[in-house]
């Protein structure tokens, strides 16, 4: 039994499919947002819409108790959090660990597509770029 299959049985339809679908819309966007990062006139608003798609995947993966999704979306959100914060612009680091991070999301929208368990996070995901380095 997959992750799709437990959700399926632990929730209503309706909620998962919805989350499935607005989860699949976000993955869908975040290499553009990240890519986006890149240029100075794109920088906040990519930064902002970034946030909120971590912020809400953090949100809606712990409501359906998809630990592993959570915690990486909670991960992600606090160094986005960070950045937001303290800097202008990103370095080419953070841009590839985020390019990396949005895979791992992209993997485990093909493994609820597909009913498989999820695909485990891969450690380097889980150290965070230098965000110093400019």
Same mark, same amino acid.
């Given at each position: 039994?997959?992750?799709?299959?437990?959700?399926?049985?632990?929730?209503?339809?309706? &909620? +998962?499919?919805? *989350?499935?679908?607005?989860?699949?819309?976000?993955?869908?966007?975040?290499?553009?947002? &990240?890519?986006?990062?890149?240029?100075?006139?794109?920088?906040?608003?990519?930064?902002?819409?970034?946030?909120? +798609?971590?912020?809400?995947?953090?949100?809606?993966?712990?409501?359906?108790?998809?630990?592993?999704?959570?915690?990486?979306?909670? *991960?992600?959100?606090?160094?986005?959090?960070?950045?937001? +914060?303290?800097?202008?612009?990103?370095?080419?680091?953070? &841009?590839?660990?985020?390019?990396? &991070?949005?895979?791992?999301?992209?993997?485990?929208?093909?493994?609820?597509?597909?009913?498989?368990?999820?695909?485990?996070?891969?450690?380097?995901?889980?150290?965070?770029?230098?965000?110093?380095?400019?």
């Amino acid at each position: 039994m997959g992750v799709r299959s437990d959700l399926d049985s632990n929730f209503d339809y309706e &909620i +998962v499919d919805e *989350f499935l679908d607005h989860y699949s819309m976000m993955v869908e966007c975040m290499e553009v947002m &990240i890519l986006d990062l890149k240029k100075s006139n794109m920088f906040e608003q990519s930064i902002n819409e970034l946030f909120r +798609v971590f912020h809400n995947i953090k949100s809606a993966s712990g409501f359906l108790k998809i630990t592993q999704m959570s915690r990486l979306a909670a *991960f992600v959100e606090e160094a986005l959090e960070q950045i937001r +914060v303290q800097h202008k612009s990103v370095n080419e680091e953070t &841009i590839n660990w985020l390019l990396e &991070i949005s895979d791992m999301f992209a993997a485990w929208k093909d493994d609820l597509k597909l009913d498989n368990e999820l695909t485990h996070i891969k450690y380097p995901l889980l150290k965070l770029p230098d965000l110093e380095k400019n």
